[in-house]
């Protein structure tokens, strides 16, 4: 094994935990739809999900590549940069789960990484054509082709299965959308648990542990799967329920469609070595399906807030790692002070999440996010599901069945007439 110094055993743990953070903030990204439907109970689906997110740690390393060997000069980069980019990436991670926004855990660590490499070593250690080629192109390429996918792939399922009988249909959607969640968190271990290996070897460079241009050694590979795999146990409930519920309402077959969409885009994007968000794949998806779907809206309140937390990632990020980067640079008690605000932070976070739980048991509850004018004019003007699919949808929701209404008081005939 590769010779540690005690920054460099920092930086692996640090990055660790960063690879646990990802694991529940992304957890919505593969199993928000399969619980939103009911098709999985809520820790079934996490339990599922850190299972295969671990499998798919050791499919590919194409993307691990593209962060330590393209998207900046690791020949100019001290292991206390690599610190300062974490940083940045952790504590973005941690006020979108506060908050219960679906923002991309990658983009949080290529901006902490952009951020503390321009503070420590200037922009020209930034390679901007693998920034501009593999980070934000995909950025804004992907949520559109998934939710396009997807919004062609529900209006497909509607078109094909409109007649089917409701019970047998949701069975069969029901199957198909455990299947399409389980190839979502393969694709999101293969995606995302490279990052964190991408950086842990990154630093092994830096650090002089292995020589430049090395693959991620066996045990980074390890270590960062099981790392996203336990997060992804542990469930980020908050973006669960935005998800599953914040965005749009979804029945089994819009899930299925959502799913498979994500999932076709991430695989193929890890191949290419593209550091796509998973969270923006997954988004667009279930966006798309939501307005694939004959009556069916999305809550462009919720997608307007989450649309905000995408632009402001990057350089949000890449400002706390900028900063976090000048005060290690002062030496070993400015890496100290990072270390310790890291973990104040951290825990003050935390503390305040405890004001609202959100767990297993209440994830699937409605949320009182307002329609919106938008979501109220297409309502409007677009009728409802009616017969077989109206009735997949009663069977899909039951908790949602058509209550007594409050109405006004019955007219006599007498005053009728």
Known sequence: MESFSLILAIVVVTALAFDFTNGFHDTANAMATTISTGALKPKIAVAMSAVLNLVGAFLSVEVANTISKGLVDETGIRPEVIFAALVGAILWNLLTWLVGLPSSSS?????????????????????????????????????IVAGLAS?????????????????????????????????????????DAQKTMGIITLALVAGGSIAPGSNPPTWV????????????????????????????????????AAQ??????ILASSHLGFSLSTTHVVS???????????GGVVRWSTATRMFVAWALTLPA????????????????????????????????????????????????????????????????VIPPPTGAVAAERELAFPQQSTAPAETAPAVPPAAAV
């Open 107 to 143: 983009h949080a660590l290529m901006g902490g990484l952009v951020g503390a490499t321009v503070a420590s070593a200037g922009f020209g250690a930034v390679h901007g054509d693998v920034l501009v080629t593999k980070v934000l192109l995909p950025a804004v390429a992907a949520p």
């Open 260 to 265: 498979t969409s994500a999932a076709t885009a």
């Open 284 to 294: 667009g998806s279930v966006m798309g399906a939501g307005l694939g779907r004959k």
């Open 221 to 256: 590979i390890l270590s960062a799967g099981l790392a996203i795999a336990l997060g992804t146990y542990i469930g980020g409930w908050r973006i669960i329920r935005t998800m599953g519920k914040g965005l749009t309402d979804l029945e089994p077959r819009q899930g299925f």
């Open 151 to 191: 919004l062609l792939a529900t209006r497909f399922s509607y078109g094909i299965g409109g007649t089917a009988d409701g019970e047998a249909t949701r069975k069969g959607y029901r199957a198909g959308q455990i299947a399409s969640a389980g190839l979502v968190s393969l694709a999101h271990g293969t995606n």
């Open 317 to 380: 990020a890449a400002l706390v790692g900028a900063g976090a980067e000048s005060v290690t640079g002062l030496g070993d008690w400015g890496t100290a002070a990072v270390a310790v605000f890291l973990v104040a932070a951290s825990a003050a976070i935390w503390k305040l999440s405890r004001r609202e739980v959100v767990d297993h048991t209440n994830v699937v509850e409605e949320t009182d996010e307002p329609a919106g004018v938008v979501t109220t004019a297409i309502a409007a």
